[in-house]
């Protein structure tokens, strides 16, 4: 749990006994590689925050084409927020890519600690303007960049999450055919 | 001011003397048809809360081509977000479609506010929530809808803005050409 308080520090400062608060409301859990957080059709009762490894959020649309929403590694925030926030079933899934542990808590926890603790208001606020900030970013990406350039903004913004990923989900991610991935890869090998 | 103090209220109660303060952050503003409040280079000092009218975000590729981030109506918040709260120069434009007026307020006044009043820290978080789930879900429609899909779910989800504003931004926004947007038009009033 020290990680999870670290975490929260990152923004906001908490007493010991603050923290012994917080706790309570997360449960830390270990994930295998494979292993789904969520599937198409169920509740989505909680949401996750990764202590380690990488994961997906994907949509599969009625074709069984993959659409990727979100990658996540340590320290981001990752659920299916429509569902998560309306206490709804989802359609989307969330697959572990690289094994490692998650922090998970429920709409209730968030609730509550928001508003029992101040900080704890803020330091989801602050969490969510940068989910915002780069939503924001990702939409302008997807509506006017070229393939190439949404590769160069994806290296550059997330290095380690290129060499970890397999190609075929990082092509998913920008919205650009396998072929296409390849073919910039080895261009910016070159 | 009213009209701030009821749209607060939606979400948060506040006191008289609350409210007193709340209003010493926010400029109310008259804003015409055609002007814009927000235009590539300038420093992203503002963020704007609609209290009437209708408005475009939009960002200009290097080939003049404009993409539309967001359409905003009464009660929606915009600004180029990532300018804003990171304090530098926009890329974006933002421009009135049809006039109305607006509250403004500064990065200071939004962290001051949730700073000094938890129950304005948590207005503001909750605004965020509900914005992340609309960028969240317009991510999904980009990556996998058809154009037709898209027409079909801002139809539903805005039938307002349908009405008033003209298919050459609503083409852009769905990103998608004029031809297919007014096809789809004659096909969804046949």
């Known amino acids: ?76 925030w990752m659920s299916d927020y429509g569902a998560y926030f309306h206490q709804k079933k989802t359609n989307m899934h969330i697959e572990c890519m690289e094994s490692g542990e998650v922090f998970s808590t429920t709409l209730y926890g968030r609730e509550k600690l928001s508003a029992d603790l101040h900080k704890m208001e803020h330091f989801f606020r602050v969490k969510l303007t940068n989910g915002y900030v780069g939503q924001q970013r990702r939409i302008i990406s997807l509506l006017s960049s070229t393939p190439q350039q949404r590769y160069e903004e994806f290296a550059e913004l997330y290095p380690n999450m290129m060499q970890k990923i397999p190609k075929k989900y990082i092509a998913e991610y920008l919205g650009v055919s396998r072929e296409t991935l390849s073919r910039l890869y080895s261009e910016n090998r070159a």
């Open 1 to 76: 749990m020290e990680r999870l308080r670290k975490h929260i520090e990152e923004i906001t400062s908490v007493t010991d006994e603050e923290f012994d608060y917080i706790k309570t409301f997360f449960t830390l859990k270990q994930v295998r590689k494979h292993q789904y957080l969520l599937q198409d059709g169920d509740q989505a009762t909680h949401e996750y925050c990764i202590a380690k490894g990488i994961f997906r959020v994907f949509y599969v649309d009625k074709d069984g084409k993959e659409h990727i929403v979100q990658f996540a590694q340590q320290n981001w």
